[in-house]
């Protein structure tokens, strides 16, 4: 789609991109600022460090993945609306399914990553991964959903705008979810 | 069932390997841990250039496969208007966004009472340019050619791509970072 002006004509799809963007990388930000609450708490969880970029990218990927499987669906059109059942439900299971497995393994690993690197015993650090990721797919997988069909349903490309979304939410979700299951478990 | 079961069943490990692969980044982290509890505008930053170039492999990979699922894609591969198109439209919003990221954690850093000096803007800006520019390049390159060979492949490259894009983002974000860091600071 374009937008002709006078002289130019600027693609839709880079200011869908560039506005997704931008909110993306300032939901990005806000959660540099809630990281950086959690910096005193490194000397108590070792295993942090090791494990967030890991569970940052899981639950972006997930949430991507949905998004962008939905999204094409629907561009297809093998998926119209959010009461198509079979679909749907296969794609949401999946992603929480896929939630669990992954949590686990990453937890795992990076319980033996600093307990062989760094001769740090803390097995905490697997129930932590494991409740802030439960925490964070409560929000993160119905708000994935709705928010593609409901952008598609408005015109929008969700190919554009739910990748940098899903990130900056799930950056958000995440580290909340982790500072509210280290406050609970320590 | 069936779809619930092939999309785990093309997920999972791709899914874990990507996870282990960023948190593998994260011992970057920890090796300049002593510098980051110092350096706030770098603790800010983080998140924000680790999904934003996260970002860039999502919709590249989003787009394209799009593409490739509406038959739209012939010829050769990277001289294609979409992906020459694609190209024009990512690196001038990425390079905007990482001097957008850099200045505002800066000036967050500066109200939560950090200080501020130019120079330090200035390496955070350097920092956060060449991890931008570097891996938006390395990403692009992955997202079409793999991709490409995914869909021949006959495989959904929305659940192989976007883990294995996002996962080079954030491996190569904290390898880049860490390294410029520990030269820069």
């Known amino acids: 789609m374009k937008i002709l002006g006078k002289h130019k004509k600027i693609d839709m799809d880079f200011w869908e991109i560039f506005t997704a ?4 990388v300032t939901g990005g930000i806000i959660a540099g600022v809630l990281l950086s609450l959690l910096m005193n708490k490194l000397e108590l969880i070792p295993a942090l460090l090791v494990l967030l970029p890991g569970f940052l990218e899981m639950r ?13 669906d629907l561009h297809i059109k093998k998926l119209y609306k959010l009461k198509d059942g079979s679909i749907l439900r296969d794609n949401v299971l999946s992603s929480v399914i896929l939630g669990i497995i992954v949590t686990l393994s990453l937890g795992f690993f990076a319980y033996l990553l600093t307990y062989f ?3 740090i015993n803390n097995i905490n650090i697997i129930f932590i991964a494991l409740i802030a990721s439960i925490l964070a797919m409560t929000f993160e997988i119905p708000l994935t959903v709705i928010t593609t069909f409901w952008l598609f349903k408005k015109g929008y490309d969700p190919d554009d705008i739910m990748g940098p979304y899903v990130t900056a939410v799930g950056d958000v979700v995440s580290i909340l979810a982790i500072v509210i299951t280290i406050n609970l478990i320590i | 069932m069936k779809l619930m079961s092939k999309i785990i069943r093309e997920s999972w490990k791709v899914l874990i390997i990507a996870s282990i692969l960023s948190s593998i980044g994260g011992l970057g982290l920890k090796s300049i841990q002593d510098k980051l509890v110092l350096l706030v ?3 800010i930053v983080l998140p924000a250039l ?3 170039i996260g970002n860039f492999g999502i919709i590249i990979t989003a787009k394209f ?3 490739l699922f509406e038959g739209k894609i012939k010829g050769r591969l990277l001289k294609t208007y979409f992906v ?3 190209f024009k439209e990512i690196m001038p919003i990425a390079l905007v966004a990482a001097i957008y990221i850099s200045l505002l954690s800066c000036f967050i850093a500066y109200f939560k009472g950090y200080g501020f000096e130019w120079i330090s803007l200035g390496k955070v800006l350097l920092i956060t340019l060449i991890s931008t520019i570097t891996l938006v390049l390395i990403i692009f390159l992955i997202a079409i050619v793999y991709g490409y060979h995914v869909y021949k492949n006959n495989e959904d490259p929305d659940d192989v791509l976007i883990p294995i894009t996002t996962a080079i983002a954030d491996l190569g974000t904290m390898v880049i970072f860490s390294l410029s860091v520990y030269l820069i600071f």
């Open chain 1, 21 to 24: 963007e931008f909110i993306s």
């Open chain 1, 60 to 72: 972006g990927n997930i949430a991507g993945s949905l998004a962008s499987r939905l999204g094409t």
């Open chain 1, 117 to 119: 690197l760094f001769g």
């Open chain 2, 50 to 52: 680790n999904g934003m």
């Open chain 2, 65 to 67: 496969t799009t593409t």
């Open chain 2, 41 to 43: 505008p770098l603790i």
């Open chain 2, 84 to 86: 020459r198109h694609l």
